[in-house]
T-cell receptor, first 113, second 111 residues
Framework: GENVEQHPSTLSVQEGDSAVIKCTYS??????FPWYKQELGKGPQLIID?????GEKKDQRIAVTLNKTAKHFSLHITETQPEDSAVYFC????????????FGKGTTLSVSS | SQTIHQWPATLVQPVGSPLSLECTVE??????LYWYRQAAGRGLQLLFY??????ISSEVPQNLSASRPQDRQFILSSKKLLLSDSGFYLC??????????FGPGTRLTVT
């Protein structure tokens, strides 16, 4: 089955710096790759996703890149702010109805001002 | 857009007691529904998913069961809780084949 590895497990940056989180996956049939942000005590919030027919997607300060050949995808946050501090999860799935998302173990991002 | 409700928000139960967690969805019909568990400091593990009323698929055999009595209602149950059932339980809703949106979660502590 699918296995998703996520690195680093913790990441500390100064406000205004960029942050990059990387994930690798094992199932070549996976074609949907979302990223979630989870604040303490809350449910994960979908922040951006990418499908296998796209190499890069941007939404303001957030971008995701996908390399299907290497089976890895990354989250890039530019101009980080203290409110970006949270746990970020990557996931992968085959994108079919009822298909599970397979999650990485998460990255705790701390942005200090 | 859809809204996902979960209750209770927190729950403390003794070992051996029964469990019932409820998830309801507003703003959509015929959603795919999921139960995930998140242990402290770990990722999310899929427990059950449902593509329709009465249709339940189990991903991990364990002390829990799920039911979907109505289109927008998903229930997670146990007859006898174990200490290892403690965790953060999340209900998710998928409208199309891809996106999944999570509810606020239930924090369960088994003592």
């Amino acid at each position: 089955g699918e296995n998703v590895e996520q690195h680093p497990s913790t990441l500390s940056v100064q406000e205004g710096d960029s942050a990059v989180i990387k994930c690798t996956y094992s199932d070549s049939a996976s074609n949907y790759f979302p990223w979630y942000k989870q604040e303490l005590g809350k449910g994960p919030q979908l922040i951006i996703d990418i499908r296998s027919n796209v190499g890069e997607k941007k939404d303001q300060r957030i971008a995701v890149t996908l390399n299907k050949t290497a089976k890895h995808f990354s989250l890039h946050i530019t101009e980080t702010q203290p409110e970006d501090s949270a746990v970020y999860f990557c996931a992968a799935s085959r994108g079919q109805a009822g298909t599970a998302l397979i999650f990485g173990k998460g990255t705790t991002l701390s942005v200090s001002s | 857009s859809q809204t996902i409700h979960q209750w209770p928000a927190t729950l403390v139960q003794p070992v051996g007691s029964p469990l019932s967690l409820e998830c309801t969805v507003e703003g959509t019909s015929n959603p795919n529904l999921y139960w995930y568990r998140q242990a402290a400091g770990r990722g999310l593990q899929l427990l059950f998913y449902s593509v329709g009323i009465g249709q339940i698929s189990s991903e991990v055999p364990q002390n829990l069961s799920a039911s979907r009595p109505q289109d927008r209602q998903f229930i997670l149950s146990s007859k006898k809780l174990l200490l290892s059932d403690s965790g953060f339980y999340l209900c998710a809703c998928g409208i199309f084949s891809y996106e999944q949106y999570f509810g606020p979660g239930t924090r369960l502590t088994v003592t």
